[in-house]
C-alpha cells in the first residue's frame, strides 16, 4: 500500500509539473481514429484553429486515464470550467482528490489527512485554463505538428515567463465535414522543467456544459469531524 500510495503522489505530482527525470514519447493509446485526410490549408491554419477552439471551450466533462512517468496508471472524472477551475476525481484509490476553485490547486490525501497547494498559474495546467489563449510573446508555440495519427493534431507550448509551468502538448482529434473544420481535446502530456512526463487521455467528452459549482470545492481532511472519523 505504502509502494501504491507513493506512485500516485508522485504521478499527481508530475501532473502539475513538479517532479524528477524520464521521457516517454507514445500516447493516445485510447483514442478511436477516424481516418480523415489533413488539408494543406487545414495544416497552415492549425495555430488559429487550436486558439479559437480553446478559447471557445468554456466547460469540459470527461473520463481520463492517467499514465505517470514511472508508468503507473489511474483513472477517473475531469471537470473543467474556465477560468482556472478543474476537478481531477479518481476512482481507485478514492482516497485522493485534485480541485481548483480557479486561484489555487489543492492536491487532497484523505488518507493520511493533507492538503498540498499551488498557485493554478504556477502549474502546466495553466496552459489549458486561461480565459484567453493567444500564441505569441507570453505562450510560445512550439511546433504545431500532424502527429502520428491522420486525424491527430499536436501542439506542443510554455510560458518563457514561468518556466516551471514546464512544457504542455495538447492533442486533438480533427473532424472535417461538410466545408467545417472541428477540433476536440483528447488527450495532454507535461513535461515539467526537470523532465518529467506525465500523460493524461479523455474519453466521453462533454463540451460546454453547465457544471455544478460544488465541483470546485472539496471537504478539507484536516477538519476536526474527518479526524475523528480517521481515529474510529
Same mark, same amino acid.
Given at each position: 500500500?505504502?509502494?501504491?500510495?507513493? *506512485?500516485?503522489?508522485?504521478?499527481?505530482?508530475?501532473?502539475? %509539473?513538479?517532479?524528477?527525470?524520464?521521457?516517454?514519447?507514445?500516447?493516445?493509446? #485510447?483514442?478511436?481514429?477516424?481516418?480523415?485526410?489533413?488539408?494543406?490549408? +487545414?495544416?497552415?491554419?492549425? #495555430?488559429?484553429?487550436?486558439?479559437? /477552439?480553446?478559447?471557445?471551450?468554456?466547460?469540459?466533462?470527461?473520463?481520463?486515464?492517467?499514465?505517470? &512517468?514511472?508508468? !503507473?496508471?489511474?483513472? %477517473?472524472?475531469?471537470?473543467?470550467?474556465? &477560468? %482556472?477551475? @478543474?476537478?481531477?476525481?479518481?476512482?481507485?484509490?478514492? =482516497?485522493?482528490? +485534485?480541485?481548483?476553485?480557479? #486561484?489555487?490547486?489543492? *492536491?487532497?490525501? /484523505?488518507?493520511?489527512?493533507?492538503?498540498?497547494?499551488? &498557485?493554478? !498559474?504556477?502549474?502546466?495546467?495553466?496552459?489549458? *485554463?486561461?480565459?484567453?489563449?493567444?500564441? %505569441?510573446? =507570453?505562450?510560445?508555440?512550439?511546433?504545431?505538428? @500532424?502527429?502520428?495519427?491522420? !486525424?491527430?493534431?499536436?501542439?506542443?507550448?510554455?510560458? &518563457?515567463?514561468?518556466?516551471?509551468?514546464?512544457?504542455?502538448?495538447? /492533442?486533438?482529434?480533427? !473532424? @472535417?465535414?461538410?466545408?467545417? =473544420?472541428? *477540433? $476536440?481535446?483528447?488527450?495532454?502530456?507535461?513535461?515539467?522543467?526537470?523532465?518529467?512526463?506525465?500523460?493524461?487521455?479523455? $474519453?466521453?467528452?462533454? #463540451?460546454?456544459?453547465?457544471?455544478?459549482?460544488?465541483?470546485?470545492?472539496?471537504?478539507?481532511?484536516?477538519?476536526?469531524?474527518?479526524?475523528?472519523?480517521?481515529?474510529?
Amino acid at each position: 500500500m505504502l509502494i501504491f500510495r507513493t *506512485l500516485f503522489l508522485t504521478s499527481a505530482l508530475f501532473l502539475l %509539473g513538479l517532479g524528477a527525470l524520464a521521457q516517454e514519447k507514445k500516447l493516445i493509446e #485510447e483514442i478511436e481514429t477516424i481516418e480523415i485526410p489533413k488539408s494543406k490549408a +487545414i495544416m497552415d491554419n492549425r #495555430e488559429a484553429l487550436v486558439e479559437n /477552439y480553446l478559447n471557445g471551450l468554456i466547460s469540459l466533462k470527461a473520463n481520463f486515464v492517467q499514465r505517470g &512517468p514511472m508508468g !503507473n496508471i489511474t483513472s %477517473g472524472t475531469f471537470n473543467l470550467e474556465k &477560468p %482556472g477551475k @478543474a476537478r481531477f476525481e479518481y476512482d481507485d484509490p478514492q =482516497t485522493f482528490l +485534485i480541485v481548483s476553485d480557479g #486561484e489555487i490547486l489543492n *492536491l487532497i490525501d /484523505y488518507e493520511v489527512g493533507q492538503v498540498t497547494k499551488w &498557485p493554478v !498559474n504556477d502549474t502546466p495546467l495553466a496552459l489549458l *485554463l486561461g480565459a484567453n489563449i493567444s500564441f %505569441g510573446e =507570453t505562450l510560445i508555440l512550439q511546433s504545431a505538428e @500532424a502527429g502520428d495519427l491522420a !486525424n491527430i493534431i499536436e501542439v506542443t507550448a510554455h510560458n &518563457p515567463k514561468k518556466p516551471e509551468q514546464g512544457t504542455l502538448t495538447l /492533442y486533438f482529434s480533427l !473532424n @472535417a465535414t461538410e466545408g467545417e =473544420t472541428n *477540433l $476536440t481535446l483528447r488527450a495532454w502530456q507535461v513535461i515539467d522543467a526537470k523532465g518529467d512526463l506525465t500523460s493524461v487521455t479523455l $474519453t466521453d467528452i462533454q #463540451e460546454n456544459i453547465v457544471l455544478e459549482a460544488s465541483l470546485w470545492e472539496f471537504e478539507d481532511p484536516r477538519s476536526d469531524r474527518l479526524q475523528r472519523r480517521r481515529r474510529r
